[in-house]
């Protein structure tokens, strides 16, 4: 079992800043890649971004270069750095995790807003 919280979502004005943090708990030896999903109401959850243990990335095309991940092993930590920031990026944004056997597990979500 891997157990995920998420923080650092808020209000932020069109074209600000924010910096989202997940920290990983449980069977952390067993992640194989890290990332982050987001939800709109109404919509399904939708992958933004990814990070392996090897630091391989992976982008929505939505998102490529206004938002960067970013990994600490050493913490169990995933970062999500979102800038030039639009209000179609409001959304719960959700940790992910999936084990080197598959197994997918999530956070609690964070709501990130962006007003006009």
């Known amino acids: 079992q891997v157990q995920l919280v998420e923080s650092g979502g808020g209000l932020v004005q069109a074209g600000g800043s924010l910096r989202l943090s997940c920290s990983a708990s449980?069977?952390?030896?067993?992640?194989?890649?890290i990332g982050w999903y987001r939800r709109t109401p109404g919509k399904q959850r939708a992958f933004v971004a990814s990070?392996?243990?090897?630091?391989?990335?992976n982008y929505a095309d939505a998102v490529k270069g206004r938002f960067t991940i970013s990994r600490d092993n050493g913490k169990n930590s995933v970062y999500l750095q979102m800038s030039s920031l639009k209000p179609e990026d409001s959304a719960v944004y959700y940790c992910?995790?999936?084990?080197?056997?598959?197994?997918?597990?999530w956070g609690q979500g964070t709501q990130v807003t962006v007003s006009s």
């Open positions: 449980g069977s952390t030896f067993d992640i194989n890649v």
């Open positions: 990070i392996t243990g090897g630091g391989s990335t």
């Open positions: 992910n995790v999936r084990t080197h056997n598959n197994l997918w597990y």
